[in-house]
């Protein structure tokens, strides 16, 4: 009896504390339900029909995935969006990871390096697009302007080399957008920083001692260890290219058509963008949203898959 007498109060504080836990989390429960749960229940069924805001929504089936089918526009966003992500992730991955790498040094004003190369990746959206728009204009921009010019031993030597016109063509639309990437790099640089400065020293020890010079510390010490990290940045960065929409918007209506030239920057976002509030095609959009996600997670599910032979874990 005094052990039963023990655990009744006790069972009783424990459902007490339970139910304060779940007071106290209530507003974000009934958030998520309301703003996340809800609308991605709702856009399922909005993909199964016909829907624009001055009708109600009509039963349709498969009618909209069928018709994505046959959508010219469709497969070039899915075109236009692969390419961009083919280029901008081994770059980026590539070029932040060198970053780090550099700014992991013991060099003098190394706070300052680091806080130089970090400060753009603060600044995004439509003032990176407004000014990347203008530093790629192909008559005025800064880069054109540098282009034209050769450094030489007198000094720089006017060429009259015309750079491309990057956003007004097709052929550099794309490479203009990855290159504005590179522009918030900082993001990427402190992660693979901090995964950097989290490899034990013992380790490179160990590789001089049998003789490694420092490419080999790299290759085989400095990569394995940071692997979980590059297939992060990996995963992130391709799910962040396949999402791909202020840039494009706010830069393909400088004095051109949505998407332009010629749909050449017509994303995969920006086109379901543009079915759902230029369209007013909601049930449509709907169904591009779910191609999108079960796009993202095919791709993610085959990453992990990939890389399980591959990406070392210290408790594995």
Known sequence: MEALSRVIPKSKQARREALTFYIFISPWIIGFIVFTIGPVLASLFLSF??????????????????????????????????????LSIPLGLV????????????????????????????????????????????????????????????????LGIQGPNWFFSEEWVIPAYVLMGLWGLGGPMIIYLASLQGVPTALYDAAIIDGANGWQQFRNVTLPMISPTILFMFITSMIGSFQIFTSAYVISQQGQSLGGPNYASMFYVLYLFSQAFRRYRFGYAAALAWILFWIILALTILSLRFSEERVYYAGG
């Open 49 to 86: 029909t016909r829907y624009n805001p001055g009708n109600p929504a009509r039963w349709v089936g498969l009618m909209q995935y069928e018709t994505l089918i046959h959508d010219k526009i469709f497969w070039k966003s899915l075109k236009v969006t692969a390419y961009f992500t083919l």
């Open 95 to 158: 070029a932040s990871l060198s970053l780090a790498v550099l700014l992991n040094q013991d060099v003098p004003f190394l706070s300052g390096f680091r806080t130089i190369y970090y400060l753009p990746s603060i600044i995004s959206g439509v003032p990176v697009a407004l000014l990347w728009s203008w530093i790629l204009n192909p008559r005025f921009g800064v880069l054109n302007y540098v282009i034209s010019f050769l450094v030489g031993p007198s000094g720089l030597i006017p």
